[in-house]
């Protein structure tokens, strides 16, 4: 590959090894084909792996989805206000209860082989997620009983319960539409706004514009020049010295070293992205309400907020829906540190003093186990004696996560507020990290999956909030903010609402100046 200004990725390695000890993983392999055009976007991105498929139905990370996005296009779109926008389903209606829907095949879009999208197209790309609970987004279509084609460009999806969401879950970055029986994944075809050209694993691939793409005002790049860097600080580097026009997942420490950076441009979204401290609740001590109201009580949220994310993102407040939610309640009064509360709750436990062990891993974020070490010594200082058992790395998501029943865990968030609720909170949930299980809880998630009228479903979820804030067995101290930042030759640049590289599309949404 040859950056810019001539230096090759040999060169690149070694200057930037040299200058701190810095690597590109998954960047060693020599000889990636890219087009090394004047003209390309180049993207720096967090989140490869030499495991990695263009296969939609493998998409782990973030490199490969992002590729994928420059290829293919999805169902429906998340847009900025963190709402379903229509993409190749350009309309749709349910009926009453959510268990029926009809979605209308946008007409007049050709696959990059010829081929014109119709219906078949959209079952076939649907139902390849349904053919084996190894694909990632076979749990979330698991509802669905039948994918029927009413005529050319309508089908009706029917499932076995109501789900006002399924929007959401259509909308996910899995859900990419190739032809009906596509196979050969070595070369894949789309309706996106650019051809595949090249693509090795771990390393990088290419694109290249596809003319008269169907969406008005995007695809105005005449290449995508993609390169995994996992390392951030090599991302950092790489974008400062201009060998990429963009990278993800910013360190939030290195926010001010960007800015002052000339021509960088830091990008922030608030998201979904939280850090939690779940207890399970049918464990002691914490079946007790009032200890976990005690724990609740005990963690500054604005020093957890600094501590965790340099401030960038927000402060939490014990259940898992960001304010950038639609369903966010905002009438919920925030938990603060009080020690006096801390006393008064383990009062009403019957407790003298309470003695509890947190477990931290570096494997669920950087920085887990310092920030375990700070929240322990406000808990101390507050009443609380709480220690901090350090896990090692390789051993925290098989034998601690959803084993021990106090650790620091992380959320990426979901986009829709059911889906968050359903899949870590609900009665049964395979991640419901807190045991949580209540009657009444459920009943209400189950109202907010099947009720259309947004009054109606509002209340439900609000109440949800509610119930965890009050009793459940979770602390979320803050939420973090997605963060990406790119350079001057960049244009068009929105916050991501949803995922990092504008919700995965960034690709087909800037241009480039200069």
Known sequence: MMFRNGMNRRRFLQATAAGGGLVLAGCAAEGAKTGGNRNALRLGIGGGSTTDSLDPRTY???????????????????????KPAPELLESWEAKPGAAEWVFNVRKGITFHNGKTLDADD???????HRQSDKFPAYASLATITGIRKLDDHQIAISLSEGNADLLYVLADYHMMV?????????YPI????????????????????????????????????SLVINSTRARTSALISGEVDIINRVNVFDVDRLKAASGTRVVQGAGGYHCDLPMMVDREPFKDVNVRRALKASIDRGAALKLLFAGHGRVGNDHPIPETDPYFNNELQQTVYDPEKVKFHLKQSGLSSLQVTLRASEATFEGATRYADAFAAQARQAGIDLSVMDVDDNRFWDDVWLVEPFVVSYWGGRPAATQMLEVAYASGARWNETHWQNAKFDDLL???????????????????????????????PAFKDWVDAHGPRV?????????DLGNGRIAEKVWLEG
Do not use: C
């Open 60 to 82: 782990t990370d973030t490199f490969a989805f992002v590729v994928g996005y420059q290829i293919m296009n999805g169902l429906i779109e998340i847009d900025e206000n963190r």
């Open 446 to 476: 189950k109202t907010a999956k099947t009720e259309i009228e947004p009054a109606k479903r509002k209340q439900a979820i609000w109440e949800m909030q509610a119930m965890l804030h009050d009793d459940g067995g979770v602390i979320i």
């Open 122 to 128: 959209v079952i076939y790309s649907i139902n390849m």
């Open 178 to 186: 190739v032809p009906d029986g596509f196979s050969d994944w070595s």
């Open 491 to 499: 244009k068009g640049y929105v916050p991501p609402s949803n995922f």
């Open 190 to 225: 789309g309706t996106g706004a650019f051809r595949f050209e090249s693509f090795t694993p771990g390393v990088s691939a290419t694109t290249v514009r596809q003319p008269n793409y169907w969406k008005s005002g995007r695809g105005r790049v005449e290449a995508v020049e």
